[in-house]
């Protein structure tokens, strides 16, 4: 349980310096005061200590007395929990600082925000749930009362520490919400999958063998380029078979004859010789020309001339003459013979090397026909036209086997896609079912602590306990006139209806006075509600003016009552009523400054 004990402040509000309260002085504490002196600004100043904010929304600027001379405020409030007693500083000189101290050691955060944070979690409820717990203002019914019907069962939750509940139920909302994402994806991802194996698997991905490609005909191909280096030479190709043809005809025009061995017998001593013989048969002809010429008388000795010598003479003459003409002739006829003979040799090896000229100059690969051009283009045109076909059919060969080379490669991918993804598959269906296994686990769970389970069930049971404490609070205070019933409706739904004397009524058709008796029954249930459970209790109840709408016999009959409550410390704000036997403190106001004077 926590307990409030001392609360001082300075220049807070109206306030200034060096005030206190000692909450836990008096079970029942009467804070007296005029109207406007800020006795209400007690329970502002305390919730600003504890969580840096107030019901009211008042600024931080606008907390500081501006009628003080001192630049800034201090609160502090020391209260315990347990066996361990804690001290609150909240200071703001410019800038905010909080401490928080346990048993005298500095426990504060690394920041005001998380300092505060540490508070709240101490003290055990929110700063709105403390508001309603601990300050109840003549000005409005108790909140929890009035508010809409789902915001009662909240504020339960939050009372009654259910919220423990709620928080593990948003872990698990929000755990079922990611699995559900999960499984979202995990069904796509075997949708996707499944469709993606259906497609492909549906496809032809059996490998296609690859068409052998036939090369273009080399003969083809080579009367081609024969043919268009003809067509491009074609003049000189004729004009070297004109001059081969001439080379041909040249060389078949030449007689050949057998060619013997050079003779080796020479006419030089036979031409000699018949020379001789010629001059003897001239010279003897030119003697008997003499002779013949001599008269009787010899011209020189004036002899008469022997004839019969003369005769004699003419005779050896003649002989010789005859003897070398028959002689010059026959050396003259082997002369001729050896001259014919060598003639025939000559004229032999002559026409050989002539045969043998022609033969190296004869190409014998050139054809002996002219080129003709139109026939050429017309023989190219045609081999063209035949290695086009090839070329055509090589072609189409090709391109089919790019569409199989295409089509094993991509029926190999597919192949080994189709086994990832069946992979894929089986890992994804598995996922999918370990994780639609686990939603249904945790919507069980999320559906369990969700205000229509565990909560539901709890505030059930408890609302029931709340109800007949409130009642019986209220007995006390109404005298038995008024009674309140909590009723549970749908899921979220907490309703409250007010009896009186048998009859259901709004709560606002109440009386101030009415509606007060309400409001305290039901704190002090919702405080002994909380008190059994253990959880979340505070001993401090401000009452601001509640008083004051109720009647002689109500005031007294809630001081009775407020008076045997366990564990409370109760502060009754009032300008006009004031208890004789119970402990005041008053609050003055002088020159725009309040004070506490005890």
């Not at 609150?88 to 048993?103: A, H, I, T």
């Not at 043919?227 to 030449?254: A, D, F, M, S, V």
């Not at 013989?277 to 013949?292: T, V």
């Amino acid at each position: 349980m926590v307990i409030l004990n001392k609360l001082t402040w300075s220049n807070c509000f109206s306030y200034g310096s060096n005030n206190t309260i000692n909450f836990t002085k008096a079970p029942l504490l009467q804070l007296v005061g005029k109207n406007g002196h800020g006795k209400s600004s007690i329970a502002l100043i305390l919730e600003e200590v504890l969580y840096n904010k107030n019901s009211k929304g008042i600024k931080k600027a606008d907390i500081l007395n501006r009628y003080v001379k001192d630049t800034g405020y201090h609160i502090e409030l020391v209260f315990t929990k347990g066996k361990d007693e804690y001290r609150v500083e909240s200071r703001r000189q410019g800038q905010q600082v909080v401490k928080l101290f346990k048993n005298g050691e500095d426990i504060s955060g690394h920041t005001a925000t998380t300092t505060y944070k540490a508070i709240e979690n101490i003290i055990g409820i929110d700063h709105k749930t403390f508001t309603q717990v601990v300050y109840q203002s003549h000005a409005g019914s108790l909140e929890f009362l009035t508010s809409a019907d789902t915001a009662r069962k909240k504020f339960l939750i939050e009372l009654l520490n259910l919220s423990r509940y709620t928080e593990t139920g948003d872990v698990f909302k929000k755990l079922a919400q990611d699995l559900t994402i999960l499984v979202a994806s995990a069904e796509t991802k075997v949708k996707t999958t499944q469709d993606w194996i259906n497609k492909y698997s549906a496809q032809n991905l059996d490998p296609k063998p690859i068409l052998h490609i036939p090369q273009l005909p080399s003969e083809l191909s080579l009367e081609a380029q024969i043919l268009e280096q003809q067509l491009q030479t074609i003049g000189q190709q004729n004009k070297k078979i004109t001059q081969n043809n001439t080379y041909k005809r040249l060389q078949e025009n030449i007689q050949l004859f057998p060619v013997s061995p050079k003779p080796n017998q020479t006419t030089t001593a036979l031409v000699v010789a018949r020379a001789e013989l010629d001059k003897s048969g001239k010279d003897a002809e030119a003697f008997i020309k003499k002779i013949q010429s001599l008269g009787a008388q010899c011209p020189t000795c004036l002899q008469t001339i022997d004839t019969t010598k003369t005769e004699q003479l003419l005779e050896e003459q003649q002989a010789i003459v005859h003897t070398s003409k028959a002689e010059s002739a026959i050396l003259a006829q082997q002369i001729a013979q050896i001259n014919q003979e060598l003639r025939d040799w000559e004229q032999a090896v002559k026409a050989q090397e002539e045969w043998e000229k022609y033969y190296q100059l004869i190409d014998a690969d050139i054809s002996d026909t002219l080129l003709d051009e139109k026939d050429l283009t017309r023989r190219l045109d045609i081999v063209q036209q035949e290695l086009g076909k090839f070329r055509d059919e090589i072609q189409r060969i090709q391109r089919d086997n790019e569409l199989r080379l295409q089509h094993n490669s991509r029926a190999e991918i597919i192949r080994q896609q189709l086994d990832e993804m069946n992979a894929d598959l089986a890992t994804w269906s598995a996922n999918l079912v370990s994780l639609t296994k686990r939603v249904g686990i945790v919507n069980i769970l999320v559906k369990t602590f969700s205000t229509t389970g565990l909560v539901a069930y709890k505030i059930e049971n408890l609302v029931k306990d709340l109800e007949t404490l409130t009642n019986e609070y209220l007995g006390e205070l109404s005298g038995g006139r008024f009674q309140i019933s909590f009723e549970i409706a749908g899921n979220d739904k907490l309703n409250v209806v007010i009896v009186d004397n048998g009859s259901s009524i709004d709560i606002q058709a109440l009386s101030g006075g009415e509606r007060a008796r309400v409001n305290v029954a039901t704190l002090l249930a919702i405080r002994k509600l909380m008190q059994s459970l253990s959880q979340n209790r505070i001993n401090l109840l401000i009452l601001d003016e509640t008083v004051e709408t109720l009647d002689l016999d109500g005031k007294e009959k809630l001081v009775e009552v407020l008076l045997a409550e366990e564990k409370l410390n109760t502060v009754l704000v009032s300008h006009g009523f004031s208890h004789p036997l119970l402990e005041k403190v008053g609050v003055v106001k002088r020159q725009n400054i309040s004070r506490i004077e005890e």
